[in-house]
């Protein structure tokens, strides 16, 4: 049992809730209300600190709109997302190796307009929409088929091909609302195509409004449930669009693609990809004439859009690892670029099963702090060159020094980092200030005493910013870092175990196999993306677990453990005794 999208109407107090349990796709509405945590000396769940809470439940949205505005710093597990509260408590007990993801059906959407006025040079803009729509293709991966909606005749290249369904409409306007309603009818999980979100949707909607009139709610069957909200922001569109998740192909390419390339049009990435472009229409001047002349190349043309798109993700299925980070949150699909929300959802997830609820979110503003260490470059040709490399710096620095916000004390300031970190190896401090909040504490005499002997009995770790950390008991931030950590490692190993078991398996024996494969390497990229963004919550103030002296502390020991990596390799290889000159020489006679 997972979900494969959901929806929270913040007028009815309702949830829409599409999830697949044993293969089959089912859609539920359920009436659910979000809630928070007060404090109670009866309460079976805790805060993160220990302190007992029980929950605190409402009648509505609104009623726990204004509870949450009212009652400012004395609620716990405040304005979290009600689509993540409400998919956490529903399927946190099913365990990460457990989660099959559900089949989607994605529709691959391209729209071709005509400049029928050439004065109106800003008519194709999607927030003009002025200028016709005169084709849409959409191909549907679960049918391996292309619909296509026309304003002419087609008798080009595909015309009797039976993956091709080509529907002539009589004018535009019936051309958008059979459109929509295939897509009504369709119910996709998931629209995507290049540049949709900037483009092609907003100029469908802003399209029938123009046709249609304002008060127009035909852009509402792009849902399944008739609910669209659409607004832009500073030239930005935003489109949710209730059971369907809109995953522009072109935002995604450019968050996960590892490659950077000179241009993100569909042509260049398609070639780079899979060495197939744009179909070529250079004997024309542009589309509008190739439009006008060649109406079955034009034609071929959109649907070949709207297929190198599916192609893209067949080869990258970078849609597939959005999906498993999905699950693995409990966040839905649209928040994949939303790396905090992500976390809210990883880390609420532990939270439930250890029956601790979220602390309370404060805000604040954004502070800056020093970052990564770069070294300088020695210019030059060398015939060695070592490459020092640090597994999982950040997280590896979270863990050993058992961070959370639950576990900081407070940062030791007016002493350098080097100092720092020679008193922490000598375990005896001179006297210091520590801030702790707002209030400096200065640490003397017996202060100073108990201090050093926590630190000696390794009650207290410390970084080389200065931020002191208790080390029992595990913090949340630390607890989480490890188990992502280690099923990783896990879910490698078994994920190259059956793949090497793939040789000598034939039949449904091997696609099984391979599926598996397949489904192991997205969960461990998940671990990857997660283990590698916990920092990030400790860095921004819309996060509830923000504590910029946390993130410092992570790039302390980062920058740190970087300058005396550097520090050790050259003494060894400046100074290299007998048995490493035999190494290398046995290196060198290899090569």
Known sequence: ??????????????????????????????????????????????????????????????????????????????????????????YYNIQDTDIIPPKLKSIYLDIEVFIDDPSNING????????????????DDSKNKTTVFGLKPYNGKYSKENFINYIQCSDEGNLLITFLNYIHKTQPDVISGWNISQYDIPYIINRVINLFGDKSNLYDKLSPIGIVRFW?????????????????????????????????????????????????YSQYN??????????????????????????????????????TLSLLTCVPMKFYQTLTTLLEGLLLKYLRRKKMCAPHLYGGSQEGYEGAFVKEPLRGLYDWVCDLDIVSSYP?????????????????????????IEYTMKQSFPPFTM?????????????????????????????????????????????????????????????????????????????KTQEKVYRLNNLQNAYKTMLNSMYGATAVPYSRWYNKNI?????????????????????????????????????????
């Open 1 to 90: 049992m997972m979900f494969r999208n959901c929806f929270f109407d913040t007028k009815k107090s309702k949830i829409y809730l599409w999830e697949q349990i044993n293969g089959e796709n089912l859609y539920t509405t359920i009436d659910w209300v979000p809630y928070v945590f007060i404090r109670s000396n009866s309460g079976d769940i805790t805060t993160i600190s220990g302190d007992p809470v029980v929950k605190k439940t409402f009648n509505s949205y609104y009623e726990y709109y204004e509870f949450n505005d009212r009652n400012g710093q004395i609620i716990f597990e405040n304005k979290v997302r009600p689509e993540i509260q409400f998919l956490v408590d529903r």
């Open 124 to 139: 194709w803009k999607p927030e003009n929409a002025d200028c016709p729509i005169v084709l849409i293709s959409c191909y």
């Open 232 to 280: 832009s922001r500073e030239g930005i569109y935003n489109i949710d669009i209730a059971g369907v998740s809109i995953l522009d192909y072109m935002e995604i390419y450019k968050w996960y693609s590892p490659h950077k390339l000179m241009s993100y049009s569909l042509d260049f990435v398609a070639k780079y990809e899979i060495d197939k472009g744009k179909l070529d």
């Open 286 to 323: 542009d589309l509008q004439q190739l439009s006008v002349e060649n109406w079955d190349m034009f034609v071929t043309y959109n649907i070949i859009d709207a297929l190198r798109v599916y192609q893209l993700e067949d080869k990258l299925g970078y849609i597939k690892q959005i999906q």
């Open 396 to 420: 590896t620095a979270i863990i050993t020094l058992n961070m959370s916000i639950e576990t900081y004390i407070g940062k030791i300031v007016n002493i350098s980092e080097s100092e720092m």
């Open 435 to 511: 801030m702790v909040g707002y209030e400096a504490i200065k640490f003397e005499d017996d202060k100073l005493k108990k201090f050093n002997k926590a630190l000696k009995n390794r009650l207290i770790c410390i970084s080389p910013s200065g931020a002191c950390f208790r080390t029992k008991p595990p913090g949340v931030i630390a607890s989480v870092e490890r188990e992502l950590f280690w099923r990783r490692v896990e879910t490698k190993d078994n994920m190259k175990n059956l793949k090497s078991k793939l040789p000598s398996l034939r039949g449904d024996n091997f696609n």
């Open 551 to 591: 993130s410092e502390a992570v790039t302390s020991c980062a920058r740190n453990t970087i300058k005396m990596g550097v520090n050790y390799v050259n003494e060894i290889l400046n100074n290299p005794n007998d048995k490493l000159l035999k190494t290398l020489e046995e290196i060198r006679k290899e090569l």
